[in-house]
């Protein structure tokens, strides 16, 4: 067996996540080592200002410079950074990969929507496929942009949609909680950005349906009914498509108060949960009828706790 231990961190518009692990090269099994997510909000304000907020910007740099130290303890030989919405938007993304550069030693790969997509399906599939059949959709549903991609051992088709949570919370759903107008904006936006990659992504092909990313399992978390987070219970999760609308729109409509009340609720999910919630429950209902209009069914949706970050550390060993 030949084995090496890397790192892997990936950077969005709401958390900076790292990951070190040993990956066989022969078999590609990875054996985690240490997993862990700050929030860090690089995303704050992108979407209106198309730059990276000062405040952000040091927030995010603080805990790149936290995970370095983490690598070096656990001593992994290799290390990848990727950076995806915020970052591929942000005019000043220039002062991220030098400020990263100056503390990782390693510089960021500000990687494209697709490719994204595709490091998500990777880290998914390598799990979920020993339990499901294919094809699979993985979606990645993240601060900024939501990933879809369809394949069974490989992606055959992806998009990159710039719907996520931070992205609808900051630019329609305001209100606490959200008033019935700023939904109904929300979501035309996602059934618009849906159209346009079901033209590239045919989800009615779907056999199973693989959520991932901090919004779907909190979520699941929700409709599990769990008093606290608990990524064992959640990790491979099968809900039925009504437990997980259910919790969308129960997510959806309730204050920020009554969202940070719930014992697995994150404090940096608690004002964007919302959104996250209502963007998942569009992709369900959309993937669900678009599955029935091909001639099949979907009952069920499984969540992964193995994602993108995965799929960096794949690559890299």
């Not at 929507?113 to 390598?126: I, Q, Y």
């Not at 779907?216 to 999760?237: F, M, N, P, Q, S």
């Amino acid at each position: 067996m030949t084995s090496s231990r890397v790192a892997a961190i990936d950077c969005g518009t709401n958390s900076i996540r790292l990951l070190v692990a040993d990956v066989d090269s022969t078999t590609g099994v990875l054996t985690e080592l240490d997993r862990r997510m700050e929030v860090v909000r690089l995303g704050q304000g992108v979407d209106r200002t198309g730059r990276l907020a000062p405040e952000a910007l040091a927030r995010t740099l603080d805990q790149a410079a936290e995970y370095a130290a983490v690598i070096e303890e656990l001593g992994a030989t290799r290390t990848r950074f990727v950076a995806t919405s915020a970052t591929r938007d942000a005019e000043n993304r220039g002062e991220f990969v030098e400020g990263v550069l100056a503390r990782l030693g390693v510089e960021p790969e500000v990687v494209s929507g697709n490719e994204e997509a595709e490091l998500s399906f990777r880290g998914a599939t390598g799990v979920v496929a020993a339990h499901h059949e294919g094809p699979f959709v993985v979606v990645d549903l993240g601060g900024g942009s939501t990933e879809l991609v369809l394949g069974t051992d490989a992606p055959e088709a992806a998009w990159s949609m710039d719907v996520g949570c931070v992205r609808l919370t900051e630019r329609h759903l305001r209100s606490d909680p959200p008033t019935a107008e700023e939904i109904a904006a929300a979501r035309a936006d996602v059934r618009a950005a849906l159209d346009t990659a079901t033209q590239t992504v045919p989800l009615g092909k779907a056999a199973t349906l693989v959520g991932l990313a901090g919004s779907v399992t909190t979520v699941t978390a929700h409709a599990l009914g769990l008093e606290r987070y608990d990524r064992d219970r959640i990790d491979g999760a099968v809900l039925t498509v009504e437990q997980t609308l259910d919790a969308c729109e129960d997510l959806l409509g309730r204050t920020r108060a009554e969202r940070e009340a719930l014992g697995f609720m994150h404090p940096g999910r608690i004002d964007v949960i919302g959104a996250g919630a209502l963007v998942w429950a569009e992709v369900v209902r959309r993937v669900r009828d678009d599955v029935e209009a091909a001639g099949g069914e979907l009952t069920s949706v499984v969540t992964s706790e193995h994602d993108i970050l995965d799929g960096i550390a794949l690559s890299i060993a």
